[in-house]
C-alpha cells in the first residue's frame, strides 16, 4: 500500500528557530500534498495545499510567511516553520494524494511532534 | 462540506461488535461518507467509504441509511488496537479532483475495555 514518510518524528527547537519537516511518498507520486495541524486533543485542521511545482494555497488565518511550504517534486514536500514560537508546538501532519486515484484516497504522514521551548 | 454528529466517546468490550453512528441530516446527493480513524500519536487512516449502499472492506462495514441521513461503521469484533478516535467525513464526488484536504470534525473516541 502507499506509504507516506515525515521526518522528524519529534523535534524540540527554541523559540525564534526555524524548524523544517519532511513529507515524502515513498511508493507513489504525490501530485498533491496537504498540511494539517492538530493541538492537544483537538481536531486536524488543514492548513495549507500544495502541488507539485506550484505555489501552496493556504487555508484562511494560516501565515503563509510563517509556514513555507515547499512541493518541489513528485515525492517530497516540505514545511517550514519559521521564527516557531511557543503557541507553535503541536502535531503536524501530511497527507498525500496520487494523480489519477479516487479522491478518498489520501494517505496520512505518522506525524511530527513540535516543541518550541 | 456537510457538516457530520457524532459522540464524543463509546466504549465497547474486546472481541465484541461495535457500532459507531454519524449524523449528516444535510447531506447532499453528491456527498461522499468517509471513515477515517486516528490511533494515538499517530496520522489518520482511510477506513471505508461509501455513497448510497452498504459496503464492507477487510476493516470494517459501512451501513448507510435509506435516507442517507446517517450512517453506521461497524466493527465486527473490536480489537485493543481499533481503540482510536473515528471521524466521519462528508466529501462530494465532485470536490475538487481531490484538490481539497479534509474537514475533520472532533470524531468519536473508541474505548476498547480487554
Known amino acids: 500500500g502507499a506509504v507516506v514518510s515525515q521526518h522528524p518524528s519529534r523535534v524540540i527547537c527554541k523559540s525564534g528557530t526555524s524548524v523544517k519537516i519532511e513529507c515524502r511518498s515513498l511508493d507513489f507520486q504525490a501530485t498533491t500534498m496537504f498540511w494539517y495541524r492538530q493541538f492537544p486533543k483537538q481536531s486536524l485542521m488543514l492548513m495549507a495545499t500544495s502541488n507539485e511545482g506550484s505555489k501552496a494555497t493556504y487555508e484562511q488565518g494560516v501565515e503563509k510567511d510563517k509556514f513555507l511550504i515547499n512541493h518541489a517534486s513528485l515525492t517530497l514536500s516540505t514545511l517550514t516553520v519559521t521564527s516557531a514560537h511557543p503557541e507553535d508546538s503541536s502535531f503536524y501532519i501530511c497527507?498525500?494524494?496520487?494523480?489519477?486515484?479516487?479522491?478518498?484516497?489520501?494517505?496520512f504522514g505518522p506525524g511530527t511532534r513540535l516543541t518550541v521551548t | 462540506d456537510a457538516k457530520t454528529t457524532q459522540p464524543n466517546s463509546m466504549e465497547s468490550n474486546e472481541e465484541e461488535p461495535v457500532h459507531l453512528p454519524c449524523n449528516h441530516s444535510t447531506i447532499s446527493g453528491t456527498d461522499y461518507i468517509h471513515w477515517y480513524r486516528q490511533l494515538p500519536s499517530q496520522g489518520p487512516e482511510y477506513v471505508i467509504h461509501?455513497?448510497?449502499s452498504n459496503v464492507n472492506n477487510r476493516m470494517a462495514s459501512l451501513a448507510i441509511a435509506e435516507d442517507r441521513k446517517s450512517s453506521t461503521l461497524i466493527l465486527h469484533r473490536a480489537t485493543l488496537r481499533d481503540a482510536a478516535v473515528y471521524y466521519c467525513i462528508l466529501r462530494d464526488v465532485y470536490s475538487g479532483g481531490g484538490a481539497d484536504g479534509l474537514t475533520f470534525g472532533k470524531g468519536t473516541h473508541l474505548i476498547i475495555q480487554p
Open positions: 497527507s498525500a494524494r496520487a494523480l489519477g486515484t479516487p479522491t478518498y484516497e489520501q494517505y
Open positions: 461509501g455513497l448510497t
